[in-house]
């Protein structure tokens, strides 16, 4: 979709946006397309339960002494509460009702409204962006859609008087934007499509923004010992990988030391011969959503040039069952030298995330790591889809995660770490076990991935299972692969590391 700022103009053709407050006041633009109409929106008003609730809707169809085709009267809510956030959802629900409404064109018009805190250039960016990241459609292989079922809306103009900020204020929320995209991509591709080998390649795109690729093959982790991480990937017959992702943008030498970001990249995953149910297998193919995340955010900052240096590293393996297949009962032995003793096959990504978490820190000595995966099941029971699990070593690096989630709307919601989880995990053979029973599934997952945690360095673990797929629409978020974390971890960078 086309989007672009312009000067207020009321007499294009196609849809128009305007916006009214809450107990349904009229924006100084939506009284003039009424006075223009002879009165259609107040006569609509009159006749509808409009009041001006956030994100609330009217529809005036052919209105008369325009060319428009209609006009969209949008709630905005109360005025004191209009922020960011809320004007990327007004710019979600603009998409939402006018997608698929047969219009080509809209042009939204956002006025000065007393109240606002937003300046007008940082009301239109928002809605500018939000617009946009609800616009997302992965339809690739639709082949036989017929033109009427696909979205007709292919134009946005924002219009604003103060051009020339808004689009200063939308070129790094423009970035953004794309890097969710290239995460959704990635998400939703199918995984015969995607594999370690083709998501290896299609970070190949990055190098174009500046970021540096490092791939390494398994002749490679064999001899570093990444016995975990190869573990997983010995019954599928398509080789695993390890793909290093760096961006330095730091403008000074004393920043040089990076923040890493580290991402699971289970491509399909069968639970290996400890085989899931036949039954939503096939949402497996985005058990790579933690991978999926950090590529989308290095291609953000990069995008942005941040003045950060940073690192994102990927284990890309397939978990599936075969002769070759790691069984339960197997002991690997870690990059780090410590040993796991296979309990469960299907509890593959903290084998992975083992090595690559080890890897990371030797290689590029980080300051920070924060690991994303689609790691639990348990996090689902805990906390739905709603808020992604945070376990964390450190409060200060824990206050500024949960300060980015509310600001992006990406909430995370934090969990307990302790010795009396760490129990549930021990070993009779080996230095530990890959599970730890049924009772707090997810926090002794996050206990296994601490073991890998090199002293002073600072952690987050990120659980989005529940977090990285919707079945429904909502607000900026069409129904399919979320993106969820690229915009938290963005901010983060952005309020806490970044060089000034």
Known sequence: MRLTFATPDLKRPGAFVVFATDGGKLSASADKLDKASGGALKRALKNSKFKGRKGQ??????????????????GIGKVDKVDDLAAQSLGGAIFRSLGSSGDKTASVIVDTIKGVKLTGAEFAANVAYGCQLRS??????????????????????????EVAGARRKFAPLGNIADGVFFTRDLVSEPANILYPISFAARLRALTKLGVKLRVLDE???????????????????????????????????????????VGKGVTFDTGGISIKPAGGMEDMKWDMAGAGVVSGLMHVLAARKAKVNAVGVVGLVENMPSSNAQRPGD????????????????????????????????????????????????????????????FVNNEKLSDQLIASGKGTGEALWR???????????RSQIADMKNVGGRDAGSITAAQILQRFIQKDVAWAHLDIAGVAWSNSDAGTVPRGGTGFGVRLLDRLVADHYEGK
């Open 331 to 390: 002991v690997v032995k870690t990059m780090s030298g410590q040993t796991i003793e296979v309990i469960n096959t299907d509890a593959e990504g903290r084998l992975v995330l083992a090595d690559a978490l080890w890897w990371c820190q030797k290689t590029f000595k980080p300051h920070t790591v924060i690991d994303l995966a689609t790691l639990t099941g348990a996090i689902i029971v805990a906390l739905g889809h709603h808020h992604a699990g945070m």
């Open 415 to 425: 969990l307990p770490l302790g010795d009396a989880y760490d129990k549930q995990v």
């Open 219 to 261: 002749k490679q982790m064999k001899k570093l010992g990444m016995g975990a991480l190869l573990g997983v990937g010995q019954g599928s017959a398509n080789p695993s990988r390890i793909v290093a992702m760096e961006w330095n943008g730091a403008p000074k030498a004393k920043d040089k030391q990076p923040i890493a970001f």
């Open 57 to 74: 809707t009217l529809v005036v169809l052919g209105p008369t002494g325009l060319k428009a085709s209609r006009i969209l009267l949008l």
């Open 136 to 161: 997302y459609r992965f339809d690739k292989y639709r082949t036989q859609e017929k033109p009427e079922d696909k979205p007709s809306l292919t134009s946005v103009a924002v219009m604003v008087k």
